[in-house]
């Protein structure tokens, strides 16, 4: 059975839209139906809603999207799962309701901290309402992020995602409120920074000190022990995992490490915030970001690492020999 609760019911919106009366009509054949946890044909969502509405029934029409959209997936899914909804978020959980109101209560209020806190890097752009997912059981979870790998193999272990793929949305492990809201943040901060072409390196450090800034959790702060392990694990062509995003997916103290030294250099280059804004914004994943910090801050990314790693060759290279 698929429950509904509604945690603030929004305002009726009165515009004659006869996609929001249809919804199920038109869009049952794009949701595939192929194997368990399958992905809708966003495509061709997409190309019929812009046929179809006019600009302001095109969030009420996606918010039906979504609702249609998580139907059909937990219906396939072996627990019995309710939708919880506040003002900007569509939450499906397996939890008990007041676990639901909690977690939806602060990703509204981590919304709003950090679009105040970073509003010009952060932007809140969604078609519709965000989607989260709180699968019940890990082997649903991994079933269906395995869905949005590019390759087969050994991957790291996750908790938790922001996916952006055709409607962006977050999963999530069953856990304890409070961990799933340290989640939340991080994943919170990817989805906010989807319009930036910025460096993986980047998106994960600014979303691991978010994480820290909003719930106080600092998971991946540097000890004394771990200064050690980062000088014996970088070498020259490791680091080039690091600008290239690939390190963040190893399945050895590599990804862990990566998200230290991400939070490191995100840490320190902050500190100066109006650069700060100008560097995330002119950054791109292209060169790791390296003509934007040596046009911003007059150092090269080889340099900005070498104050922690000390000297080497620690420059991004970029594929194919060119930037």
């Known amino acids: 059975m698929f429950k509904k609760f509604w945690l603030k019911r929004e305002p009726s919106i009165s515009v004659n839209n006869p996609l929001l009366a249809t919804t199920l009509n ?6 595939d139906d192929k194997g368990s946890l399958s992905k809708p044909n966003w495509h061709a969502i997409e190309e019929y809603i812009e046929r179809h509405s006019m600009a302001e029934q095109k969030r009420p029409t996606w918010n039906e999207v979504a609702r249609a959209w998580m139907a ?5 899914l072996p627990h019995e799962y309710t939708q919880t909804e506040s003002a900007n978020f569509i939450l499906i959980s397996a939890e008990p309701a007041r676990y639901n109101v909690s977690l939806c209560t602060f990703l509204e209020r981590a919304r709003r901290r950090l679009l105040s806190t970073a509003g010009a890097i952060f932007q809140d752009n969604v078609t519709g309402k965000y989607v989260i997912i709180v699968f019940a059981d890990i082997d649903s979870y991994y079933d269906y992020v395995s869905q949005f790998g590019s390759e087969e193999g ?7 995602m922001y996916i952006n793929y055709g409607y962006g949305h977050f999963v999530f492990q069953q856990d304890q409120l409070e961990t799933a809201e340290v989640i939340a943040a991080h994943e919170l901060t990817h989805a906010l920074l989807e319009h930036l072409p910025i460096p993986h390196w980047l998106n994960e450090g600014l979303a691991v000190n978010m994480e820290a800034l909003i719930t106080g959790h600092a998971n991946n702060r540097l ?13 020259h062509n490791v680091i080039q995992q690091f ?9 050895d103290e590599g990804q862990n490490l990566s998200y230290q ?9 902050s500190k100066d ?8 914004n002119r950054a791109h994943h292209k060169d790791a970001g390296d003509s934007a910090l040596q046009s911003t801050y007059g150092v090269s ?5 070498a104050s922690f790693l000390g000297d080497g060759n620690w420059a991004p290279q970029a594929k194919n020999g060119t930037h």
């Open 72 to 76: 059909s997936l937990t219906h396939k």
């Open 26 to 31: 038109w869009l049952s054949p794009l949701l």
């Open 223 to 235: 000890t004394s022990s771990s200064i050690g392990s980062h000088t014996e694990f970088w070498q």
């Open 301 to 305: 990314l080889n340099e900005l690492t």
């Open 261 to 269: 030294l991400a939070q490191l250099l995100v840490s320190n280059l």
């Open 243 to 251: 600008w290239n995003g690939d390190a963040f997916f190893r399945s």
């Open 273 to 280: 915030y109006d650069l700060f804004v100008e560097f995330v």
């Open 154 to 160: 050994t991957f790291g272990l996750s908790s938790g």
